[in-house]
């Protein structure tokens, strides 16, 4: 026996062990390491030659970066696109990993996405000649919706089979996605059909995918519908000019100016506009009112001032995202009542009263302005207008209705 032969066996035992040691180590550290939303893709009946998508992101949860190699799945019915690879994450980054599940048979399908030569996520179908629960459509694509905005679809879900489906709960995945008016658990009989509404809310500019899927009491997928959209940049909508000054205007009188509105970068929807105070009001536009970029749309501004003093207010206009807004100010008037009071001497003659008649010029024509005969010597006229010169002049009229000539003429300047 020789001591040099019986180290070197123990070497190389031992440093057998160390590596079969690490390639056990090597899958925890990797499933440690990489995180997927979902954790499981559940892609339910899929019909036998067609296929389905569904996207996972993949997460590097450590604190140091992770480097992918390879990606591939485990059964021939499943394919992955990916990001070119070698792929270094940083901690905390993500990327998307898209899974397709095209069955060439019957039955169900359980595999798995292996990165780096380990199996970490479970992929599940079924093979179907014909789906059960049968959805319209088949894929929901929102399209470009600016981001703060929503838009919604109708989706019809249908029982194509003899027995009775029942849905239990759903599973929505994707930034930005939501189902609205599906009450759960969902019976349908066989031809029956559910119509609900998928939304798509994006919260920031970019490319989104995701899935709905109805699962059963076993929480496994009856349904599954890809969805996708893409968020764009908000329009920016202004108001033209910032501030409106309407002077002075007499109380009870409206005195009118113009504005308008103007989308840039993308279409903008207005969809309500208002005036904080009553005196100031907006006409010319019917909301919901869509801005197309680069549009300008004007409207009309009211100030009717209902009494002296200055009046203020803030006009405001919504849109999908914002609201932009704009001052306004005027000064109520009050309208200063000007009369003539005219008195005469009585006639000599028996009369049974007088008329009244006025003028804008000393030679006439004159008009009478007392709606009826005037018994006593004098009027007030409450019709005249400031800074206009008026000429007066009487008739008197007798029991058989005769009227005399004008008397003398008076004039009177209104100040």
Do not use: C
């Amino acid at each position: 026996m020789t001591l040099p032969q019986l180290v070197s066996k123990y070497a190389f035992f031992l440093f057998g062990a160390l590596l079969f040691a690490a390639a056990l180590e090597r899958p925890a550290a990797a499933a440690a390491t990489l995180t997927f939303n979902p954790t499981i893709l559940r892609f339910g009946e899929v019909v036998v030659g067609q296929s389905e998508s569904l996207p996972v992101t993949v997460t590097n949860a450590s604190t140091t970066s992770f480097g992918i190699s390879a990606i591939s799945a485990s059964a021939t019915d499943y394919s992955v696109s990916y990001a070119t690879l070698p792929l270094a994450l940083a901690p905390g980054q993500s990327f998307v990993v898209t899974v397709t599940f095209h069955p060439t048979v019957s039955g169900s399908d359980i595999g798995s996405i292996v990165f780096n030569g380990n199996a970490l996520l479970t992929v599940r179908g079924s093979g179907m000649s014909t789906k059960s629960l049968v959805p319209n459509p088949p894929s929901v694509s929102f399209g470009n919706v600016q981001t703060g905005s929503t838009t919604k679809l109708f989706v019809t879900l249908t029982n194509a089979k003899n027995g009775t489906i029942t849905v239990n709960s759903d599973a929505v995945t994707g930034t930005g996605f939501a189902v609205e008016g599906l009450s759960l658990p969902l019976s349908l009989t066989p031809g029956q059909s559910f119509t609900f509404t998928i939304s798509f809310s994006p919260q920031a500019a970019g490319s989104f995918s995701g899935s709905f899927q109805g699962l059963n009491a076993k929480n496994y997928s009856n349904v599954s519908i890809p969805l996708n959209g893409t968020g764009t940049a908000s329009g920016q909508l202004s108001v033209s000019p910032s501030s409106m000054s309407f002077g002075n205007v007499n109380v009870g009188t409206t005195a009118s100016q113009s504005g308008s509105l103007t989308a840039a970068g993308a279409s903008v929807t207005v969809t309500s506009d208002g005036s904080s105070s009553s005196e100031f009001s907006l006409s010319g536009i019917s909301l919901p009112m869509t801005v197309a970029a680069g549009q300008t749309v004007p409207y009309t501004v009211a100030f009717t001032p209902q009494s002296s003093g200055t009046a203020t207010a803030t006009l405001a206009f919504a849109t999908n995202t914002s609201t932009v807004s704009e001052s306004v100010t005027g000064s109520g008037m009050s309208v200063v009542q000007h009369s003539v009071s005219l008195s005469w001497q009585p006639s000599t003659s028996q009369v049974t009263g007088y008329n009244v008649y006025r003028s804008g010029a000393a030679a006439g024509p004159f008009a009478r302005i007392n709606p009826a005969l005037n018994a006593g010597t004098a009027y007030v006229d409450g019709t005249v207008a400031a800074s206009q010169t008026y000429y007066y002049v009487t008739t008197a009229v007798n029991s058989s209705g005769q009227e005399s000539t004008y008397s003398n003429q008076v004039q009177v300047a209104v100040p």
